[in-house]
């Protein structure tokens, strides 16, 4: 019976997984909390009904104990299907151009920065969306932009030059001065890594772009996985690589920018050695034609890589408006003379 019980309590969650997939759906509200994925909690589920069932065989009826360790195997069904029920699986409600392409993030924490690898964000007051609803958005906005001449991707630095998912996005004058009457696709959003704009490189949709100038800004978020994960600040750098050369693939004469990461907020010391270090990685790699970096230490941050109070608000999270001139002067700068 707690068996049965089991199972149809599992299928139930998974069931729930699957509704929560479809994010998408304007009636449904996703709730606030995931819990963690791991390929342990399959395990532990069957361990725990195993458990219950030895029990009931044994005619050793505790209530407690039992309700422990059903409570536990529901638990752990929940992430065991929550993991089952992945990017690819959560895709198959998508339309078919992103449905193929979505990959779980590789058990080896070196192989996540350059693995295409979706997000998975849950509810965002932020974005009013899970990340892959926020995706979907995006993806309507590239639809309706397919001429533009200016793509830029990445974190929360580049959405400052205007939010895409933005029903007007509102760049900053100096940037405004320079993009002129060029349209501008922004597919930045907070939080990014380097393996979900890979991820979104990948997709369909991206293929009917024709940019002639490719601004990228990632790498900061990645840092969280060197002190949670060990994730070497090197295999971030080669993240940052991976994503240049895969937007040269799919453009090989668009001129690209990249943003040197930058933090915000107030950063604990080891972030900022971690920073330090992944700036000595990203100046040993190779320069090729036609992709410049920018440095913005000096001009939006001090010394350490750290977001200028003066030129940040909410508690230092985002550029406040003479931050966002900032930033769309330095770039400006940068592109001077492109056509």
Same mark, same amino acid.
């Given at each position: ?8 309590? *599992? ?17 449904? *509200? ?310």
């Amino acid at each position: 019976m707690i068996i049965q019980l089991q199972k149809l309590i *599992s299928l139930i969650f998974a069931i729930f997984l699957r509704c929560e997939s479809r994010h998408d759906h304007p009636s449904f *509200s996703p709730p606030a909390f995931r819990l963690p994925t791991t390929p342990q909690n399959s395990g532990l589920a069957i361990t725990c009904a195993k458990v219950c069932a030895i029990m009931h065989r044994m005619n050793q009826n505790n209530t407690r104990i039992c309700t422990v360790l059903l409570l536990s195997a529901c638990l752990a069904g929940i992430a065991s299907a929550a993991d089952v029920l992945g990017p690819e699986e959560v895709l198959a409600t998508k339309p078919a151009d992103t449905a193929a392409i979505a990959k779980r993030r590789p058990a080896d924490p070196a192989l996540w920065p350059i693995t295409p690898t979706a997000g998975y964000g849950g509810w965002s007051k932020t974005t009013g969306s899970t990340w892959l609803g926020s995706h979907t958005k995006l993806e309507a906005v590239a639809a309706a932009s397919p001429s533009a001449e200016i793509l830029l991707l990445g974190d929360a630095l580049p959405t400052n030059l205007g939010n895409g998912l933005e029903a007007t996005p509102t760049p900053p004058a100096s940037w405004k001065k320079y993009i002129g009457s060029r349209q501008v696709l922004n597919l930045a959003q907070p939080g990014e890594n380097t393996e979900q704009v890979l991820w979104r490189l990948k997709c369909a949709f991206i293929d009917h772009l024709s940019p002639r100038v490719v601004i990228i800004g990632v790498g900061a978020n990645n840092l969280v996985a060197v002190e949670r994960h060990k994730v070497s600040v090197a295999a971030i750098a080669k993240g940052i690589e991976t994503v240049i050369s895969t937007v040269r693939s799919h453009w090989p004469n668009v001129t690209v920018v990249v943003i040197e990461p930058l933090l915000m907020g107030r950063p604990k010391p080891a972030q900022r050695e971690n920073l330090a270090a992944l700036q000595t990685a990203i100046d040993a790699l190779p320069r090729i034609p036609g992709v410049t970096f920018v440095n913005p230490r000096g001009l939006l941050a001090d010394d350490a890589g750290v977001i200028r109070t003066d030129l940040s608000g909410y508690g230092g999270l985002l550029l406040n408006d003479a931050g966002r001139e900032a930033l769309g002067a330095a770039l400006a700068a940068a592109l001077k003379g492109q056509p």
